[in-house]
């Protein structure tokens, strides 16, 4: 997939608009469009990969960063202490919509289980 093609590839490159809560070299995070919760922010790597089944053993320290950069988006957003929910969806059956790797951080409500 080209990048101009993919959402979060141009987000990522400032093509598309975003509100942007964290950018380093590889990683970005910006508010979800159609919240599900007060907080909910998504973690997407800058390079295009299509979702967490697509890692390698080469990208172990970018999935590392990226549950780091949620986690300390959780405690500057405020949620970290009330709990909140990592989710990654991969695929049809798991409800992915946006072919570009990213973890949803959902917080700032009482989240229910099992998930639809
Ligand atoms: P998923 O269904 O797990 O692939 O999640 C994709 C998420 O991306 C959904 O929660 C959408 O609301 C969100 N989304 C789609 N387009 C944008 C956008 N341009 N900016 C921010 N969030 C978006």
Avoid: K
Avoid at 88 to 116: E, K
């Amino acid at each position: 997939m080209q990048r101009s093609s993919c959402i979060f590839c141009r987000i990522a490159d400032g093509d598309l608009p975003a509100n942007r809560v964290h950018e380093d070299d590889e990683i970005v995070a910006f508010h979800d469009l159609s919240p599900q919760a007060p907080t909910h922010i998504l973690v997407i790597p800058r390079r295009h990969i299509v979702s967490a089944e697509e890692l390698t053993g080469d990208d172990a320290a970018l999935a590392g960063r990226l549950l780091l950069v949620a986690g300390g988006l959780a405690r500057s957003e405020g949620i970290a202490e009330g709990g909140y929910r990592l989710v990654t969806n991969v695929g049809t059956d798991g409800g992915q919509s946006v072919p570009h790797l990213h973890l949803h951080l959902l917080g700032g409500r009482a989240m229910g289980w099992p998930p639809g």
